[in-house]
């Protein structure tokens, strides 16, 4: 497989992206605002928590853009440019390109988490001591959210061979992630109950575990089972499913993760794989 | 042995169809000139050959190997400058070639490749500013890396200065002289009869000629061309003219009337226009050259009825 190869050159060409630099300075902005609006207006627990309020909040939504900036141009617009007749004409399989791509730039992605949370990590030690647990599970939940994202991005760009199209995908695809889907498995449930709000006791018991295969509460509880498990800190997060009528296990956004990677890249591998690059 | 072997290849795509029912043997070391206009089809061909597209119908060999069932060691032996290529802007020259010499596992050294295609000394500028004639010699210097048993070049003197094409073609020269194939396209018969021990022309994605150069220079035979201008002209005097010995060609624009022909059936010709009633207002002749033969074959008439040109 060739695929380091692709990865290396996909790293290589994207770090140099002017646009990555923008949004690191911003994520980094983001991440050191918080933290320091966390260490200046609240002198409570000093670890854990004090993490998860700083960095959570600039993560859940600038890694997920960031991500998605990084990748949507990544398959489609080496196709559009012609630069695809450069790369392919070299021994690599669609597979490798496609596999190259996801791990060239979730390596972006985490070079602008790191340096996003090198800054926040800095704020937070000067003002109290440092989780080590905390921090590194951060870190390393938040560059599989990166990872998470960059899949659905390479994805939809090797669904298609104009940037414009794997533009508009993506950014609908986003915003339905992102935003619309709790509401769409709420329509679900008014359609399935036969176009009707059911009362709160017969609320459908999946309707929490459909609402949680998102990839934005998947990233909430990742965050919060982490704080939780940070043997420096004893205050207990509430997570947004602890309520549910059905109890999802521990580990479940990484299978949630894992989901949204597998199926996303799987579409776009299989569409790329079948096209003619013309 | 065959490095290229395409069976009755179709390309559709849509309602278009780009490659008609071609046949084609590329053999061993020989440097093979694929002519055509644009758009006939010699694009569509290489990109079957590296398994950017699949055939509609067909089976193309190259290298022993199925093009699109075992693409990936057809192109780890094959060499290639693509057409209409975009270059990573954003990467150095040297680092492109690195690329190249990284994705085929070879231990090729960059600086001597830039200094072959002679860009050395913009090995560490970006290339996305590089000029065009830059852009082609730096794609030149990654097709050579892990010295190829076949390179397929498309286009490759675009973007080139006389003198740059000239060092494309002893590049070319080198390299079949080690023993590799070289398969090029041209849509200019000029760049291609200096180099290639054989060419064949496609039209409308047919191959309308498959000759080498002295064997269409032959086919020429200071053969001649009559321009001439006669009171009248209609369908049946051409067909006429067509079917009469040593006349290869006959086309009619308005009065103006062009016909193809042995040197020694000039004559011949206006007698049969005189004896179909024609008038022959002036008549001149001039001597056809391989770039006449080519337009010849790439016009649409010819591309009618392609079965005659064999």
């Given at each position: ?278 | ?167 494309m073609r002893d590049i070319i020269r080198a390299e079949r002289d080690r023993g590799a194939t070289v398969f090029f396209s041209s849509h200019s018969l000029h760049q291609v009869e200096a180099v290639c021990d054989r060419v064949g022309i496609l039209n409308r994605g047919r191959l309308v000629a498959l000759d080498s150069v002295a064997g269409l220079r032959e086919r020429t035979g200071g053969g ?87």
């Open positions: 497989m060739t695929w380091q190869a692709v990865a290396y050159k996909d790293f290589q060409d994207a770090i140099r992206s002017r646009m990555l630099l923008v949004l690191t300075a911003l994520f980094a902005l983001f991440v050191g605002l918080a933290a320091f609006a966390y260490s200046e207006l609240s002198g409570g627990d000093p670890s854990g928590g004090g993490l998860l309020w700083a960095l959570w909040g600039p993560s859940a939504l600038l890694v997920p853009i960031i991500a998605i900036l990084v990748s949507y141009r990544s398959v489609a617009g080496e196709r559009e440019l012609g630069s695809m007749r450069f790369l392919l004409a070299l021994p690599h399989t669609r597979r490798a390109v496609v596999f190259g791509k996801v791990l060239g730039r979730t390596a972006v992605v985490a070079v602008a988490v790191l340096a996003g949370f090198a800054i926040g990590g800095a704020i937070i030690y000067v003002s109290y001591e440092l989780s080590p647990f905390a921090y590194l599970g951060f870190v390393a939940g938040t560059i599989l959210l990166g990872l998470v994202y960059v899949s659905v991005g390479v994805g939809v760009s090797a669904v298609t061979g104009s940037v414009s199209r794997a533009a508009a995908l993506v950014v609908g695809l986003f915003v339905f992630v992102q935003y619309l889907w709790s509401y769409f498995w709420l329509l679900v449930v008014y359609v399935t109950n036969g176009f009707e709000v059911p009362g709160f006791e017969e609320f459908p018991a999946w309707f929490d575990v459909a609402a949680a295969l998102g990839p934005g509460v998947a990233y909430n509880e990742l965050m919060v089972s982490i704080a939780n498990r940070d043997p420096n800190s004893d205050i207990i997060f509430a997570g947004q499913l602890d309520d549910a009528a059905i109890q999802l296990p521990d580990w479940y956004p990484l299978f949630v993760f894992a989901g949204w990677t597998v199926v996303t890249l799987g579409i776009g591998y299989w569409r790329f794989e079948r096209a003619d690059l013309t | 042995m065959t490095a290229i072997e395409l069976s009755s290849v179709t390309k559709r795509f849509g309602p278009v169809t780009a490659v008609d029912d071609l046949t084609l043997a590329i053999e061993d070391g020989e440097i093979f000139g694929f002519l055509g206009p644009n758009g006939a089809g010699k694009s569509t061909v290489i990109s079957l050959l590296l398994d950017f597209i699949r055939p509609t119908a067909g089976t193309v060999r190259v290298l022993g190997r199925d093009a699109q069932a075992e693409s990936l060691a057809v192109r780890e032996r094959t060499g290639v400058l693509p057409d209409a290529y975009h270059v990573y802007d954003r990467l150095t020259g040297r680092q492109h070639v690195d690329f190249a010499i990284r994705s085929k596992g070879t231990d090729d050294d960059p600086d001597a490749l830039l200094e072959r295609v002679g860009i050395e000394d913009a090995g560490d500028r970006k290339a996305g500013t590089y000029s065009k004639g830059m852009a082609q010699r730096l794609m030149l210097a990654t097709a050579l890396v892990g010295t190829p048993e076949l390179l397929v070049f498309d286009e490759p003197t675009t973007g080139l200065d006389p003198t740059g094409a000239r060092e001649a061309r009559l321009r001439i201008t006669a009171d009248q002209m209609s369908d049946a005097v051409l067909n006429t003219l067509r079917s009469q010995d040593g006349v290869t060609a006959a086309e009619a624009d308005g009065q103006t009337l062009l016909v193809t022909c042995d040197p020694g059936a000039k004559a011949d010709v206006i007698a049969t226009l005189r004896g179909s009633g024609v008038d022959v207002v002036d008549f001149a002749t001039e001597t056809t050259s391989l770039e006449d033969l080519f337009i010849d074959y790439t016009t649409d008439e010819r591309a009618a009825a392609p079965g005659e040109q064999r």
